[in-house]
Each structure stands twice: as C-alpha cells, then as structure tokens.
C-alpha cells in the first residue's frame, strides 16, 4: 500500500522479478476500490531513479556546496552518535533540534523514531505547529473541543448540497474515494459549489457554480452569510439553542451591535470580490437545502489568521443545524480519521514505538490555556530565526545541531533564502534521505533511507474505513535502512539501552491487533483490512440525538461559539468569538503598492509536498509554473509560457507564466514543493514557491503560506 502523504492510502500491486520490480497496477477489485493515482503507479521510477541515494554520505565541500564523498555506515553513525553527544554535553540538550515531518503516512517509520532516541539521550527542542490545518486544530479544540470532527466520505451521499470551500481534492486526494463519492453524489442530483481563487479541477469535474474569492478573507465571507442568516431569520435557532452556546453574542457582532459596523454582504464585497448578491445567494442557499456540507478546505486556514476562517465555517455548520447529521458536516478540518476518530480503535499514525516524555520540553514553563497552545516554543517557520539569533534573539538556547527527518526543511518551510543562511550557520546537521534535496545538501552527514518498497509498515487513508500493510517487497537499495533502524542503531551508539526489544513484525503485528485487526496474516496477504461499519459515520451524531447524555468535550459541554475559556485568555488575536481580522499582506496592506499580487501556494498534483519532483513521467503530467489571469497578464506586456520573475523582499523566483481565466484576477498561484535552486545571485531558478513566504505565523499557529505578496515581471 502506498501512503505518500497525500491523505490517501491505495493499494498497489507490485509485479517482482527475480528482486526486481517490473510493473506496478492498483485495485480494481470491490467498491470502493483503492486505487492508485499516477504518483504510485510511477513509483516504480521513484524506487529506481538515478539520483536515489544509496550509500551513506559526509560532506567535503562547504555546507550547503553540495559536495559528498561515500562513507561505511559505521562512520556516519559513529559521527552522528558522537556529534549529538557533544552537542548536547557542550551546549544543553535542547540546542539539539529535531525537524521531523511525514514521508510516508505510516506506524513505524515516522516520528516516534527519532523522537524515541533523542529523548532517551535527554531531550531536544521541538518545535510546533501543524504545517497542514494548525487553523483547523485549534478552532476545533476551541469550539468542538475535539479534532475529530469529520465523517466518512460515504456520507457525501446523502448532503443535497456540497460546498467545497478551498477544498480541490481532483488535485489533493485527501481520501482514496473522496472524488468517487462526488461524481455519485453529483449523478443523485446534489449542487455543488466551490469557493476558491481558483477554477480547480475540482470545480470543473463537479461544481455548478464557482465563486471566486480573494485570499485570506473567507472569514468576511462567511460573516456576512451569517448577517444574511440572521437578518432574513433563517438560521436554526432551535438547534443553536440546544447545543451551542455563545450565538447571542456572535450575533451581536456579526449584526454591527456591538461595534457599530454589521458585517453584511455589502461590507464584504470589497474585502472579498464576492458580489453581495453572490455571498445572498450562497447564504439562503445553505441556510435552506438540507442537508448540506460546508466542506471547509485547510488551504484558506493557512493564511493570517486562518484559525477564525475555520471558527467561522464552524458557526455557519451550527446555524444550518448540519453538525452530527447525515448530509452535513461539522465544517472542521483537522486530523481527518488518520489519528482516530471514527468508530473502530485506529491510531496507525501515532507512533508504533513507545514514546518516552522529552525532557526538554517536559521542563519548559507552558502558557495557560488548552495543552495544544504551546507559545513559549519555538513555532516551525521561525525555526531558522531560531537558530540564527539563538538566546540573544529571546529564545531558550543556542541551537547548534540539526536532526533532519522525513522533511524537506529548506523546501517546504517559508523564506527559504533565510533558511539556507541558517543552515550554514549550524555547527552539526545529519539528514536521513532518499535523494539528494536541497536540505540533505546542506548536511554534514546524510543517511539513505529505504523506500517503503523496501520495508514494512502500517498505513491509513483519510475518510474510509481501512487499515493497510505497506509490505516490503523488495530488499533495500543500496545500503538504504528503514528510519526505525537508523535510529535504533543510533542508539546503540550513543550508549542507549532498550530502544526497541521488538522485531519489526511483532511491533507491526501489536499494532494491528490494538487498530482491531483480527488476523496480521490475512492483513498481510490481502494488503488491507475493511472495517465493517453499520453505515456511513457522522462525527457528533449521539451529541446531537441524545445530547444529555453526550455533551461536547468542551468546558460548557456546547459548541462553543462563544468560548469564556479564551476571553479569559485574552490573547491578541485569538479572541472568544470567529472575527475577522485584516490580515497583513492582504490587498490593505500598504505593501501592497509595491507587491500587488495576491501569492497562493497549491499543493500540485504530480506531486505530494516536494517528493516526486524528480520523477520523469510525473514532470511530464504538469509543468511547473506560475499561474496568472489573463488581465494581470496583459497589464505587464506577459504571454502564456513566458518567463517571469515573481519576487518581493524575500526571494525571487524565475519561472514560466501560464496565462488563464481559471485564476481570479489580483491573485497568482505557485504551486509549492519545486526544489529549491538558486544560482549565483541567489535567484530561484526552479520555481520554489518558499522563497517568497513568510515566516510570520497567525495568533493560534496557523502557517501563513497563502498570505504573501508579490510582484510579476516579465523576464528580459
Ligand atoms: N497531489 C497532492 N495531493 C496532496 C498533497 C500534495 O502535495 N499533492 N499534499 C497533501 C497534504 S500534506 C495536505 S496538508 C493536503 C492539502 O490540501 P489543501 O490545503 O486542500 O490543498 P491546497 O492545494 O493548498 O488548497 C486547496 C484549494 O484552496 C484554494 N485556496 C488557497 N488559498 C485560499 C484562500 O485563502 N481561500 C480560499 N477559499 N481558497 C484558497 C486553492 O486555490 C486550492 O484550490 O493535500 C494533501 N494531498
Ligand atoms: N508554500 C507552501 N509550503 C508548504 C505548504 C503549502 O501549502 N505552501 N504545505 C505545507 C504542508 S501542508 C506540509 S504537510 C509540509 C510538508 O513538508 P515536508 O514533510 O518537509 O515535505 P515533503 O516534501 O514530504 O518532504 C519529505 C522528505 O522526506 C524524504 N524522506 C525521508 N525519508 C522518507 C521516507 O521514509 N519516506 C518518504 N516518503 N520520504 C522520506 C523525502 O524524500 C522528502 O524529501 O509542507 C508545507 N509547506
Ligand atoms: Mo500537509
């Protein structure tokens, strides 16, 4: 099974011959089927590709030159043992920072491997913040007080209205049967709606309408549906008054009594470009099909202040009586069905190796307020601010070593020029890879990872009910080992004990057993196991049937719209009740004279993140490119396939335009995940949209990488 991080999980059915992978074919069996999309059916050329790495490196050149030489195992790992165990004897454990992502959406080879070790050898410093919906988090922890907010995508076929708000799953999978369940929900006469800057192949396969909207102001949006709502009394007070609470004071705020200003259509026209007729329409609409799915997408949560477009989106499900009920949806988004919350025990994602508690943070003084809000750390885009100022710049200590895991760092994290400085600056950075990415060019030590062909593991997709086993089935590459193993034998050499006293296939087989899986074996052989549930599952349902027996997990025991909890917080920007907060690098922003292109950053579908770049057949599918509309194109003398330069104080980054009607004028996309490659004047040649993000993250944590602005030009 392949789980590549894109939210899906999909079985392939690997053709071997004599240890060698000959042909790859998906699922083609019951419904719904698995099936793979292009990027697994491709991995055949991602296993084999020339550039894969396949032995152990240390670095002769200058950090960041690019320069390697092979070295045996027993070097890079005595070198990183020993490098780790001075850093942290010379500088305090947490100068040791782990930066760990998600390669593979799986049990064993993820966090929990390093997180073990470097634990066990004393702590390392964190850092926080969820790159995909840290919006989506908090708002549902706020106002649900769960992040397990979602049903299964079976349920798609009982709403009579959809609206996929910054939601492109034709691109972004999120879900092996997300689109399937679509195209049916379309054919048994469902609308569907899309609210995006972009005509998404989403919205061109299924919508019947398309609303576009500028970035980073969806929360105005939705204010305004409510204004709608409440003016032509067509919210579900009754449903408002059983299980929420706090809509009184929304009101208030939503119709101009407490501030003067009523947030009506007309007042989020110009903010948004939505025509008020348009947010009418859309507001009665959704206020009188029933049932309907506001199906938030996390993108609009990635921008400043994105925790109060998905508080907002949360409210409007409330108003419309959609949450716990066939057809609707709670209008959250956050760990959908991947870290539990469906009706069968499912934790494949967190990690299959025992945690122990990480000293440093375990001391770290924490801000009151719910556990998730964790200020005092360092927050994941400022981690190269970080390590550049170290103390001096008022954080907890001097970072002088890098781990890097499953992450591409210099790639997908903003203001890459300023991540590349930091980089150079560290004393000490080891970078477990597969192929040579810009971050693993700046290593000191880099360690060949094994694909998940080559290894065994446990896997979920998003949005149906199955577990799947990511077989080996082949022998590692090369001297590739499986992450557990690196850091398994890491700590043999820093002296640890009792890292593991499993075999793989007992850890795996455990899991599966405590995941509900009555028979490893069959799990095995089949490559997937079905959990067999009475119909489609509806997040919140027995809160909303039977509510005085199953109050919400929040402290009022309601939907908190209204949240005392964080009045009495009372920190800037996070207030009590969804708001809309101008954001900086908006179309208001005085910035914007000077850059006055709105910058979004797509997730692309020949790709998941970054990985997959370097895959021939992929980069045939989708060329890299800036998408812009044709106006914006006009104005600056630019033709479709043009070079351009896309910059502002950040970066700049030099790539072809694609001149289109299916990007709203004022607004460019660049599609994240490009590798990184400035030439010698530091202009980016690839097209990596990081170059132009910024660091500066929204009041609850969310990753504003739908917040920057930008200036086109054609190149000369
Ligand atoms: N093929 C592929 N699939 C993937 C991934 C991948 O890289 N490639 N990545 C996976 C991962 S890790 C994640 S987190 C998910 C991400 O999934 P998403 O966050 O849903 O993906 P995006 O492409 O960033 O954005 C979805 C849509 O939101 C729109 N959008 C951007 N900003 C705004 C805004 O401010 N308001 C509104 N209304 N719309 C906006 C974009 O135009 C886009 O059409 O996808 C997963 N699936
Ligand atoms: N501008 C912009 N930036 C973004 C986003 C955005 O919307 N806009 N989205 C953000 C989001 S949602 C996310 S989740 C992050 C993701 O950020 P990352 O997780 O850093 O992105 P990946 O490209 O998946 O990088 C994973 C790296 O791990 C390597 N690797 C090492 N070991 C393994 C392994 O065992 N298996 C696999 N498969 N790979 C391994 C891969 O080769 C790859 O280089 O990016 C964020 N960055
Ligand atoms: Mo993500």
């Given at each position: 099974m392949c789980a590549s991080h894109c939210g899906g999980a999909c079985l392939l059915k690997v053709h071997v011959r004599d240890g060698i992978i000959t042909r790859i074919e998906t699922d083609d069996g019951e419904e719904p089927q698995l099936r793979g999309c292009l990027r697994g059916r491709a991995y055949r050329q991602r296993v084999y590709a020339p550039d894969r790495l396949l032995y152990p490196l240390k670095r002769v050149g200058q950090r960041g030159?690019?320069?390697?030489?092979?070295?045996?195992?027993?070097?890079?790992?005595?070198?990183?043992?020993?490098?780790?165990?001075?850093?942290?004897?010379?500088?305090?454990?947490?100068?040791?920072?782990?930066?760990?992502?998600?390669?593979?959406?799986?049990?064993?080879?993820?966090?929990?491997?390093?997180?073990?070790?470097?634990?066990?050898?004393?702590?390392?410093?964190?850092?926080?913040?969820?790159?995909?919906?840290?919006?989506?988090?908090?708002?549902?922890?706020?106002?649900?007080?769960?992040?397990?907010?979602?049903?299964?995508?079976?349920?798609?076929?009982?709403?009579?209205?959809?609206?996929?708000?910054?939601?492109?799953?034709?691109?972004?999978?999120?879900?092996?049967?997300?689109?399937?369940?679509?195209?049916?929900?379309?054919?048994?006469?469902?609308?569907?709606?899309?609210?995006?800057?972009?005509?998404?192949?989403?919205?061109?396969?299924?919508?019947?309408?398309?609303?576009?909207?500028?970035?980073?102001?969806?929360?105005?949006?939705?204010?305004?549906?409510?204004?709608?709502?409440?003016?032509?009394?067509?919210?579900?007070?009754?449903?408002?008054?059983?299980?929420?609470?706090?809509?009184?004071?929304?009101?208030?705020?939503?119709?101009?009594?407490?501030?003067?200003?009523?947030?009506?259509?007309?007042?989020?026209?110009?903010?948004?470009?939505?025509?008020?007729?348009?947010?009418?329409?859309?507001?009665?609409?959704?206020?009188?099909?029933?049932?309907?799915?506001?199906?938030?997408?996390?993108?609009?949560?990635?921008?400043?202040?994105?925790?109060?477009?998905?508080?907002?989106?949360?409210?409007?499900?409330?108003?419309?009586?959609?949450?716990?009920?066939?057809?609707?949806?709670?209008?959250?988004?956050?760990?959908?069905?991947?870290?539990?919350?469906?009706?069968?025990?499912?934790?494949?994602?967190?990690?299959?190796?025992?945690?122990?508690?990480?000293?440093?943070?375990?001391?770290?003084?924490?801000?009151?307020?719910?556990?998730?809000?964790?200020?005092?750390?360092?927050?994941?885009?400022?981690?190269?601010?970080?390590?550049?100022?170290?103390?001096?710049?008022?954080?907890?200590?001097?970072?002088?070593?890098?781990?890097?895991?499953?992450?591409?760092?210099?790639?997908?994290?903003?203001?890459?020029?300023?991540?590349?400085?930091?980089?150079?600056?560290?004393?000490?950075?080891?970078?477990?890879?597969?192929?040579?990415?810009?971050?693993?060019?700046?290593?000191?030590?880099?360690?060949?990872?094994?694909?998940?062909?080559?290894?065994?593991?446990?896997?979920?997709?998003?949005?149906?009910?199955y577990i799947g086993s990511m077989n080996r089935v082949i022998e590692p590459l090369g001297e590739c080992k499986p992450p557990w193993r690196i850091a398994a034998e890491l700590a043999e050499r820093m002296g640890l004990d009792g890292y593991l006293d499993k075999s793989e296939e007992e850890v795996l087989e455990e899991r599966a057993r405590q995941n509900g899986v009555p028979d490893y074996g069959a799990l095995k052989e089949r490559g997937v196991y079905?959990?067999?549930?009475?119909?489609?599952?509806?997040?919140?349902?027995?809160?909303?049937?039977?509510?005085?027996?199953?109050?919400?997990?929040?402290?009022?025991?309601?939907?908190?719209?209204?949240?005392?909890?964080?009045?009495?917080?009372?920190?800037?920007?996070?207030?009590?009740?969804?708001?809309?907060?101008?954001?900086?690098?908006?179309?208001?922003?005085?910035?914007?004279?000077?850059?006055?292109?709105?910058?979004?950053?797509?997730?692309?579908?020949?790709?998941?993140?970054?990985?997959?770049?370097?895959?021939?057949?992929?980069?045939?599918?989708?060329?890299?490119?800036?998408?812009?509309?044709?106006?914006?194109?006009?104005?600056?003398?630019?033709?479709?396939?043009?070079?351009?330069?896309?910059?502002?104080?950040?970066?700049?980054?030099?790539?072809?335009?694609?001149?289109?009607?299916?990007?709203?004028?004022?607004?460019?996309?660049?599609?994240?995940?490009?590798?990184?490659?400035?030439?010698?004047?530091?202009?980016?040649?690839?097209?990596?949209?990081?170059?132009?993000?910024?660091?500066e993250y929204s009041p609850g944590g969310s990753f504003p990488y739908n917040t920057a602005l930008v200036q086109v030009e054609k190149l000369d």
């Amino acid at each position: 099974m392949c789980a590549s991080h894109c939210g899906g999980a999909c079985l392939l059915k690997v053709h071997v011959r004599d240890g060698i992978i000959t042909r790859i074919e998906t699922d083609d069996g019951e419904e719904p089927q698995l099936r793979g999309c292009l990027r697994g059916r491709a991995y055949r050329q991602r296993v084999y590709a020339p550039d894969r790495l396949l032995y152990p490196l240390k670095r002769v050149g200058q950090r960041g030159e690019g320069k390697f030489e092979r070295i045996s195992w027993d070097e890079a790992l005595d070198t990183t043992a020993r490098e780790l165990l001075r850093v942290r004897d010379t500088y305090g454990p947490a100068s040791i920072i782990l930066a760990q992502m998600t390669g593979d959406v799986c049990s064993l080879n993820n966090f929990g491997a390093m997180d073990r070790l470097l634990s066990m050898a004393g702590g390392y410093t964190s850092p926080w913040g969820v790159t995909s919906f840290q919006g989506g988090v908090y708002a549902s922890l706020v106002t649900y007080g769960t992040w397990f907010c979602s049903n299964t995508r079976d349920d798609l076929l009982n709403s009579r209205l959809i609206i996929m708000w910054g939601w492109d799953p034709a691109s972004t999978v999120t879900g092996p049967n997300t689109c399937w369940y679509l195209a049916q929900a379309r054919e048994a006469g469902a609308r569907i709606i899309c609210v995006d800057p972009r005509y998404t192949d989403s919205a061109a396969t299924f919508a019947h309408q398309w609303i576009p909207i500028r970035p980073g102001t969806d929360t105005a949006m939705l204010l305004a549906m409510a204004h709608v709502m409440i003016r032509e009394k067509l919210h579900d007070q009754a449903f408002l008054s059983t299980y929420t609470v706090g809509f009184d004071r929304f009101s208030d705020y939503v119709m101009g009594a407490e501030d003067g200003l009523p947030k009506t259509p007309r007042w989020a026209e110009p903010i948004t470009g939505v025509p008020a007729a348009t947010i009418e329409q859309l507001a009665r609409e959704y206020a009188t099909t029933r049932p309907a799915a506001l199906m938030t997408g996390i993108a609009p949560g990635r921008t400043a202040y994105g925790e109060q477009y998905h508080r907002a989106a949360i409210t409007l499900a409330a108003m419309t009586g959609n949450v716990g009920v066939h057809g609707g949806d709670a209008g959250a988004r956050a760990w959908e069905s991947v870290m539990g919350g469906f009706p069968y025990p499912v934790n494949s994602m967190i990690s299959a190796i025992p945690r122990v508690s990480n000293p440093v943070e375990k001391a770290f003084p924490r801000t009151a307020g719910p556990l998730f809000y964790r200020r005092p750390r360092i927050h994941f885009s400022r981690l190269a601010d970080a390590i550049l100022k170290g103390k001096a710049g008022g954080y907890h200590a001097d970072y002088k070593a890098l781990v890097v895991a499953q992450c591409n760092y210099l790639v997908q994290f903003p203001n890459s020029n300023k991540i590349a400085r930091a980089l150079k600056s560290l004393e000490f950075m080891v970078v477990e890879e597969q192929f040579m990415t810009p971050t693993a060019s700046y290593a000191d030590i880099v360690l060949p990872v094994a694909s998940f062909m080559e290894r065994n593991d446990l896997t979920q997709g998003v949005g149906t009910a199955y577990i799947g086993s990511m077989n080996r089935v082949i022998e590692p590459l090369g001297e590739c080992k499986p992450p557990w193993r690196i850091a398994a034998e890491l700590a043999e050499r820093m002296g640890l004990d009792g890292y593991l006293d499993k075999s793989e296939e007992e850890v795996l087989e455990e899991r599966a057993r405590q995941n509900g899986v009555p028979d490893y074996g069959a799990l095995k052989e089949r490559g997937v196991y079905r959990y067999q549930l009475p119909g489609p599952f509806v997040a919140f349902k027995e809160q909303i049937e039977d509510p005085a027996n199953h109050p919400f997990p929040t402290p009022s025991g309601k939907i908190e719209i209204y949240s005392q909890q964080w009045e009495e917080l009372g920190i800037e920007g996070l207030p009590p009740l969804p708001r809309y907060f101008e954001s900086w690098e908006g179309r208001s922003d005085p910035l914007a004279e000077k850059y006055p292109l709105q910058l979004i950053t797509t997730h692309f579908k020949r790709r998941a993140l970054s990985q997959f770049e370097n895959i021939p057949w992929l980069r045939e599918v989708q060329e890299q490119a800036l998408l812009m509309n044709a106006s914006d194109a006009e104005a600056r003398g630019i033709r479709n396939g043009d070079m351009v330069r896309v910059f502002n104080d950040r970066g700049e980054t030099v790539i072809r335009a694609r001149v289109t009607e299916r990007i709203m004028p004022g607004v460019v996309d660049l599609p994240h995940g490009a590798w990184y490659a400035p030439d010698e004047k530091g202009v980016d040649r690839a097209g990596c949209a990081n170059v132009l993000t910024s660091e500066e993250y929204s009041p609850g944590g969310s990753f504003p990488y739908n917040t920057a602005l930008v200036q086109v030009e054609k190149l000369d």
